[in-house]
């Protein structure tokens, strides 16, 4: 075989042709296995995603009336709540304006008679009693109560209603009930309910005397229930 024909053979068969010994050795060439270099491929960034919030728009404050106005009554058994609504004023309220004012509010549940109605040094608010009746006989003074802020609304009014005894079905005199505190000079004596040193409303007698001193000129007060003649309750002046 020709010797140019031998190298035509082994390039053909990817023969390596290595001299040694003047003999050449054929050794087989290894095939390219490595991986053809491949460009990495970069991801497309994603759009951001937007959130919409919602614009709140704020709800208008309803408008105060320009009169005092019962917006609510709230009652928990022994105690009714009114929720009175009135636009403010712009000229702290005096003892004329005060007093209008609690009697139109009062108007508006009923109550047109005031026990009185001052202001409280200590928050300038103007503080109204009124009157009022269970069966016929007057309740005692404080148990309703109207608090008027100085510029005119108002901060709390509340009426009692208990809990209470039953009126007596016959009521003592007030001799009787003068005869209980034979100590005691009465100076004044009214009938009506009040709770007296107990946890429910009874009719008693309310005496008092405003004189000091013991013995006979004993001064102070005392509750008499009206229906048994019993003491509920006693308080010296001091």
């Excluded at 290894?30 to 995603?49: H, M």
């Excluded at 712009?90 to 009697?103: C, F, G």
């Excluded at 928050?123 to 008027?148: K, N």
């Amino acid at each position: 075989m020709g010797w140019k024909v031998a190298m035509a053979l082994i390039v053909a068969t990817g023969l390596i042709v290595t001299a040694c010994g003047g003999s050449p050795a054929v050794t087989p060439t290894q095939p390219n296995t490595k991986s053809p270099l491949v460009s990495p491929s970069i991801a497309a960034t994603p759009e951001p995603t937007v959130i919409t919030t919602p614009m709140l728009t704020p709800s208008a404050s309803p408008t105060l009336p320009t009169s005092p106005t019962l917006t609510d009554v709230l009652d928990d058994g022994t105690t009714t709540t009114y929720i009175i609504k009135v636009l403010p004023v712009a000229t702290p309220l005096d003892e004329t304006t005060a007093t209008a004012r609690a009697r139109e509010i009062g108007g508006l549940v009923g109550l047109t008679e005031m026990f009185d109605i001052y202001q409280d040094p200590t928050d300038w608010t103007w503080r109204a009693h009124f009157v009022q009746e269970w069966d016929g006989i007057p309740v005692v003074s404080g148990s309703v109560e109207l608090d008027i802020r100085p510029d005119g609304t108002v901060d709390r009014f509340y009426r009692e209603t208990g809990p209470r005894a039953a009126r007596p079905s016959k009521l003592i005199t007030k001799a009787q009930a003068e005869r209980a505190v034979p100590r005691m000079k009465v100076d004044d004596a009214q009938l009506q309910w009040d709770r007296a040193g107990t946890e429910e409303y009874h009719v008693v007698w309310f005496l008092r005397h405003t004189g000091i001193g013991g013995g006979p000129d004993w001064g102070g007060a005392a509750w008499i229930d009206a229906g048994t003649g019993k003491i509920l309750q006693m308080a010296s002046v001091s």
